[in-house]
């Protein structure tokens, strides 16, 4: 379920789109100002922020720096009277996505908050990054891919040896993840043949081990 942050100094407003939107299907939270819209972006991932370009004691457009400086991915539609429509436009120069004047249409609004989120999904799929996790502890596996998909990532997970290296050369992922016990071949070797591999050499691996690395042999699968 998409999540929109509404941040409007107004409580009316506020509750008033908080309704409309979860009637739409959208999670929904609010903010007062800019300090507690950092603090809710900290906290909660935002598809979605609905921005008043006037809010008390904050300049909407600072916020919206801060924003798009914090979390570029984050997507921005102002909310403005008629009276500051040209401030409006201003910031979709900063990286708002659009605006919405007060008093509201909400099939106006529904629309741009339709078009923005599809936008959002086919940037993100286009700058997605693909992580190839090679774990034969199912758990451990899942836990990396819950989390990595969180942070937006595209993960495929396989739990052996043999089996990760063919996966390698399929998918040629921006990154793999490999423990360095597996069924098979252990995930020392399965570096060592990833590495020597034309096609999947130049992919950065990360291992993952319980077991203290002294030398410099052992991270020959490395270099």
């Not at 991932?45 to 904050?58: A, H, I, T, W, Y």
């Not at 909310?79 to 004047?101: N, Q």
């Not at 591999?197 to 052992?218: C, F, N």
Request: aromatic fraction near 4%; proline fraction near 2%; glycine fraction near 6%.
């Amino acid at each position: 379920m998409k999540k929109i942050l509404v941040v409007d100094d107004e409580r009316e407003i506020r509750e008033l789109l908080s309704i409309e939107l979860e009637k739409q299907g959208y999670t929904v939270a609010v903010a007062r100002n800019g300090e507690e819209c950092f603090e809710k972006i900290k906290q909660e991932k935002f598809e979605l922020v609905l921005l008043d370009l006037m809010l008390s004691g904050d300049s909407g457009i600072a916020v919206l720096e801060e924003i798009k400086k914090t979390e570029p991915l984050v997507e921005v539609i102002i909310i403005t009277g008629h009276s500051s429509v040209a401030t409006a436009l201003e910031s979709m120069k900063k990286g708002a996505y659009d605006y919405v004047a007060k008093p509201f249409n909400f099939d106006e609004l529904s629309d741009k908050i339709k078009k923005c989120l599809e936008k959002k999904r086919l940037a993100e799929e286009e700058i997605r990054k693909r992580i190839l996790v090679i774990d034969d502890d199912i758990q451990t596996a899942q836990l990396l891919k819950d989390v990595l998909t969180e942070k937006s990532f595209e993960v495929y997970t396989t739990n052996d040896g043999n089996t990760g290296i063919e996966k390698a050369r399929e998918l040629l992922p921006d990154l793999i993840i490999t423990d360095i016990v597996l069924r098979g071949i252990g995930g020392w070797d399965v570096c060592e043949v990833l590495k020597k591999d034309k096609l999947t050499s130049s992919i950065p691996i990360i291992i993952l081990s319980g077991i203290m690395i002294r030398t410099k042999d052992e991270v020959r699968s490395f270099e």
